[in-house]
């Protein structure tokens, strides 16, 4: 499996936030299996890295980081790891965090890709219309909608980046879309590919894959 992909004219970096501790289920959310091969994490990896368009990709991790680290080992090696020290404080953390970096580096991007880790219904098919959709001059944000409301993933520019930095956190990236929405580039998504999570033994157990491995959850 390749995971950096190259186009001439454009770069767009994917960030993946995945460094949360998933408390509701004991351990590593990120490792439960989906599919014979894969994890839920690395079956997100898989899914953008199969998206043409994509330049690199980065993913944020914080607890567990160790473990997820030495068991998706293959996956994570033609990423860049990003690692969240901060990942108690939230979500906000992870995507600051990654922003910082990325800000750090000579070569800017056309485009800042950010997706949740635990979304695994994204396909290369949804990627690949904000990948189509993005002129690399235009300041616009790219935001997903379902029904009329931001949903998941959007893309931001680098231009944006100080101000989201400077947000409090509080409120995550809300009120930076909220903001931005009536003059984003909207890109529809489905309910599934947009909303759904996997952030109950419940959902998982509902939504994986019949190929999945065996899992027993803790005691309640």
């Known amino acids: ?5 190259n186009t001439p004219n454009i770069k767009i970096d994917a960030l ?14 990120q490792l439960l299996p989906w599919g014979a091969k894969e994890t839920i994490l690395s079956h997100v990896i898989s899914q953008v890295a199969a998206t043409p368009g994509i330049s690199q ?12 680290c ?6 994570l090696e033609q990423v860049e790891i990003i690692n969240n020290s901060d990942w108690q404080v939230g979500m906000f953390s992870s995507l600051s965090t990654g922003l910082r970096q990325l800000n750090q580096r000579d070569h800017k991007s056309d485009g800042i890709l950010v997706l949740l ?5 994204i ?7 904000f990948v189509d959709s993005l002129e690399p001059k235009s300041p616009q944000p790219l935001i997903a909608v379902e029904n009329n409301r931001p949903a998941h993933p959007y893309l931001i520019r ?22 931005q929405f009536p003059h984003a580039l909207k890109i529809p998504v489905s309910h599934t590919a947009g909303r759904k999570d996997i952030d109950t033994w419940e959902s998982y157990f509902a939504n994986r894959p019949e190929s999945s491995g065996t899992v027993i959850p803790p005691p309640p």
């Open 57 to 68: 990709i980065h993913v944020v991790l914080g607890a567990w980081f160790e473990e997820i």
């Open 158 to 179: 680098q231009s944006h980046i100080g101000e989201i930095l400077s947000l409090s956190g509080e409120s995550g990236i809300r009120p930076f879309i909220k903001k």
């Open 117 to 121: 880790g635990d979304m695994p219904f």
């Open 1 to 5: 499996m390749h995971y950096t992909l």
């Open 16 to 29: 993946i936030l995945a460094a949360g501790q998933a408390q509701r289920f004991g351990r590593p959310k």
């Open 70 to 75: 030495t068991t998706l080992a293959a996956p």
């Open 123 to 129: 396909t290369p098919e949804t990627l690949a219309l």
